[in-house]
């Protein structure tokens, strides 16, 4: 038997900055900042993962489990053309299985985890990226973190023959995913930051969503010819 711990700490920071700018209607040909269509933004990511496995074995078979807990915290800043904080902090208890089955000949694996799905800053945060008038984006501070829980199995089998087989399947499920959600105004219509959508344009932002899944089956058979 054997016992594993780890730690694993992440940070990281970034800033962006857009500035738009419209030429004078007084024909000057002076340009003038527009604050709908600009802003500056600082964002920090920080993350705390601990947790711990157990490993044993019997005979031809392997078992490990685990349990981890992370929490991450993301913080943003912006500056211009408002000046407003947005902090949202996420915390997930992330267990993990492990089986393996040596027969000699005859070999099985099955292996579940889970991981969080945690949304960026660029999905939390309130301000409005509208670097293309037409298509515009803004984050949603509502947003839930998502959990993916994966199961996959594999099974292998030689005979003395020759011949191999293999086979291989695994799932996906995803909680809480998060997807894009996308509005188009048939009207010219002033958000309620003041950034201004043309009739036709789209305005992205983000949503949580249950029912995300995925799976796959793959097999191969392998023998010689005389």
């Known amino acids: 038997s054997r016992i594993q711990l780890e730690y694993r700490l992440t940070r990281s920071r970034s ?39 157990f490993q044993m074995q019997s005979g031809k078979t392997l078992l490990t489990a685990g349990l981890a807990i992370e929490r991450t915290s993301i913080e943003g800043n912006e500056t211009f053309p408002l000046i407003r904080s947005s902090a949202q902090t996420y915390q997930t208890i992330l267990p993990s299985a492990w089986l393996k089955w040596d027969g000699g000949t005859k070999d099985m694996r099955i292996r579940y985890t889970a991981a969080a799905v945690i949304p960026s800053l660029v999905q939390v945060q309130e301000a409005v990226d509208n670097a293309n008038p037409l298509f515009q984006a803004t984050g949603n501070p509502a947003l839930l973190q998502g959990v993916r829980h994966r199961l996959s199995a594999q099974y292998s089998f030689i005979e003395a023959a020759g011949m191999q087989l293999f086979f291989s399947t695994s799932a996906e499920v995803i909680g809480n995913n998060i997807c894009r959600s996308i509005t188009v105004f048939d009207a010219d219509t002033v958000l309620p930051n003041g950034a201004r959508l043309m009739r036709g344009g789209e305005l992205t932002t983000y949503a949580n969503m249950d029912g995300s899944w995925n799976a796959r089956i793959s097999g191969e058979i392998a023998m010689p010819v005389a």
């Not at 800033?15 to 933004?41: C, Q, V, W």
Request: zero cysteines; aromatic letters at 6%.
């Open 15 to 53: 800033a962006s900055s857009l500035r738009t700018t419209n030429i004078s209607s007084g024909g000057s040909g002076a340009e003038d900042l527009d604050p709908s269509a600009s802003s500056s933004f600082e964002q920090r990511y920080g993350s705390h993962r601990a947790g711990g496995a």
